[in-house]
Each structure stands twice: as C-alpha cells, then as structure tokens.
C-alpha cells in the first residue's frame, strides 16, 4: 500500500515537472531580443527648435546635435521637409539653469563647479496620431567655471546639447 502511495506520488511529481518544462519553453518561445514592434513612422522631421528658456546661443547647436543624432539612426530616417515625413518632432526649450554644485570654504575650486540644466518639451505626431505630446525631457552636467560662467556655458553647449538629443532619441524610437 505505502509502495503504491509513492509510486503514485512519484507520477505526479514527474507530470508536474514536465508541465512546468513545456508551459516554460512555450512562453520563451514566443520572447524576442530588441524592440518588440516596429515603429509606427519610418521617417522623422524635426521643426526647428524654438527656444523660450534664457539660453544664449543653444538654439543652433542644439539643432545640429538633434539632427545629427538622428542621422546616425538605423530606425528612422530624417526627412527634409514636413510633407515627406511620416512624423514631426517639434522641440521646445523650455528651461536652462545653472547653480552652485560645490563649495567648500578651503577649496576655492569647487566654488567654481557648476551644474547645467536644460530641459525640453518635445511633441511627435503625424497627420492622424499624436505619439507624445510635450513630454519633458531634461539633462544636466557639471561644468568647471574656470574662466567665467559664460564661458563655461558656451563651452558645454554641445556637451549637454548631446546629452539632451540622446534622451530625446530614446524617447521618440522607444515603443510607447
């Protein structure tokens, strides 16, 4: 009788392992690496960018670092005009600070380090559909002041101009 009871025992434990095997090898068989759809455009225009922070001078920087990220992409193509383009990414510069990111009474040098702040409104839509619509998009960086803060300033342009069109490339191409 005890034989039976394990012998039975023993049958379950043994389909149950096999259906936790096939229901397992069933779900991963269905997984794929990369991005699990293709994007509703193949091709971007991006407006030129509008600038309604206290940024001197970023707009033209700003522009050609956004487009050039988007011509290195291998998932969309940057359009020319507005009426060849499967989709329009509109730009906004809505905010650019900077502030004190060290100090320290004996180091005079981290009284000269400061962090950038840039933020974004972005907006993608195509004729029919609105993919985001102004979604907020900011980057910052620390930048050493060492001969003055304009200078700083215009130096890290492209620096967080880069960082900003990287994070705004990301959040166009990522599947919503």
């Given at each position: 009788?005890?034989?039976?009871?394990?012998?039975?025992?023993?049958?379950?434990?043994?389909?149950?392992?096999?259906?936790?095997l096939?229901?397992?090898?069933?779900?991963?068989?269905?997984?794929?690496?990369?991005?699990?759809?293709?994007?509703?455009?193949?091709?971007?225009?991006?407006?030129?960018?509008?600038?309604?922070?206290?940024?001197?001078?970023?707009?033209?920087?700003?522009?050609?670092?956004?487009?050039?990220?988007?011509?290195?992409?291998?998932?969309?193509v940057?359009?020319?005009?507005?009426n060849?383009?499967?989709?329009?990414?509109?730009i906004?510069?809505?905010?650019?600070?900077?502030?004190?990111?060290?100090?320290?009474?004996?180091?005079?040098?981290?009284?000269?380090?400061?962090?950038?702040?840039?933020?974004?409104?972005?907006?993608?839509?195509?004729?029919?559909?609105?993919f985001?619509?102004?979604?907020?998009?900011?980057?910052?960086?620390?930048?050493?002041?060492?001969?003055?803060?304009?200078?700083?300033?215009?130096?890290?342009?492209?620096?967080?101009?880069?960082?900003?069109?990287?994070?705004?490339?990301?959040?166009?191409?990522?599947?919503?």
């Open positions: 009788m005890m034989n039976k009871r394990v012998s039975t025992m023993n049958r379950f434990a043994h389909l149950g392992f096999l259906l936790g096939v229901s397992l090898m069933a779900s991963c068989s269905h997984y794929e690496l990369g991005l699990p759809n293709k994007l509703p455009f193949t091709s971007v225009y991006v407006k030129p960018i509008l600038n309604k922070s206290m940024a001197p001078q970023i707009k033209p920087i700003f522009s050609q670092v956004i487009r050039q990220t988007f011509a290195k992409s291998e998932s969309v940057v359009s020319k005009n507005e060849s383009a499967d989709a329009i990414l509109e906004v510069i809505v905010d650019f600070s900077h502030s004190k990111s060290a100090s320290n009474q004996s180091d005079t040098d981290l009284a000269r380090t400061y962090l950038i702040e840039m933020v974004v409104e972005c907006t993608l839509k195509s004729n029919s559909q609105v985001m619509e102004k979604r907020r998009v900011t980057a910052s960086i620390n930048a050493y002041n060492d001969q003055g803060l304009v200078q700083a300033q215009q130096r890290n342009f492209p620096i967080i101009s880069k960082a900003l069109s990287e994070k705004i490339y990301n959040a166009v191409t990522s599947v919503w």
